[in-house]
């Protein structure tokens, strides 16, 4: 029973364009979203999060998109960086489990 | 400067051993987490520890247990190991909707 389901395992984008990771969830009682980094051989960083009383939040490149009727939360990045290359993981909370639920992650790979 | 660390990076061992992963927070946090990365590459909550309290217990086998010396550290021991406890672990710090993740620990049981 994933709640969080990331269902593209892999994206590649040219550098320079715009990446779009997705990210669905089942569980209505979310209410916090994040996107966590992570590079080979270290542990996810934070990225970008959002809380259900938005649709939108922007940090530099990086846009979080909600959708809560639709279950639905994308990430954009634009422009692509070759540094962005790295497993791209949608989490949420439910306030009261006091927890983290992760999805499968995406790699994504910007080609220079 | 690590924020937060564990050892160690690599464990290899046969079946049936006891071992421990040691994680420390140099970050002041109150409440520290271990993560099981499985061959799915889902991130799934095992234990967070809030001042030296267990708050969080998710079904996990009783092989596992943590041991929390103090604020700054969350050990995790697991006895009789087994097949399927290869994964990645991953120990982390902070409160629930930022939290500070160590580089994980790369467990394979022979």
């Known amino acids: 029973d994933q709640q969080v389901k990331q269902n593209s395992p892999s994206l590649s984008v040219q550098e320079g364009r715009i990446s779009i990771l997705n990210c669905d969830y089942t569980?209505?009682?979310?209410?916090?979203f994040l996107w966590y980094k992570k590079y080979p051989a270290e542990g996810p960083t934070f990225l970008i999060s959002?809380?259900?009383?938005?649709d939108k939040n922007e940090d530099g490149r990086f846009t979080v998109f909600l959708n809560k009727s639709a279950k639905h939360l994308s990430l954009h990045i634009v422009p692509s960086q070759p540094g962005d290359s790295a497993v791209y993981f949608c989490?949420?909370?439910?306030?009261?489990?006091?927890?983290?639920?992760f999805g499968s992650g995406t790699q994504l790979t910007v080609l220079p | 400067d690590t924020a937060v660390s564990q050892t160690p990076k690599y464990l290899v061992t046969q079946m049936g051993n006891d071992k421990s992963i040691k994680c420390e927070q140099n970050?002041?946090?109150?409440?520290m987490y271990w993560y099981k990365q499985d061959s799915k590459k889902f991130l799934k909550i095992m234990f967070s520890?809030?001042?030296?309290?267990?708050?969080i217990n998710e079904t996990v086998p009783n092989r596992f247990s943590p041991k929390s010396p103090d604020k700054a550290h969350l050990n995790l021991h697991i006895n009789s190991l087994e097949l399927g406890d290869s994964a990645v672990y991953f120990c982390?710090?902070?409160?629930?909707?930022?939290?500070?993740f160590g580089p994980g620990t790369r467990l394979l049981v022979l």
């Open positions: 982390a710090s902070g409160q629930t909707e930022t939290q500070y």
């Open positions: 569980n209505s009682m979310f209410d916090y």
């Open positions: 959002i809380s259900s009383i938005k």
């Open positions: 989490a949420a909370n439910d306030g009261s489990a006091r927890q983290l639920t």
């Open positions: 970050l002041g946090h109150d409440t």
């Open positions: 520890y809030n001042n030296k309290e267990l708050i």
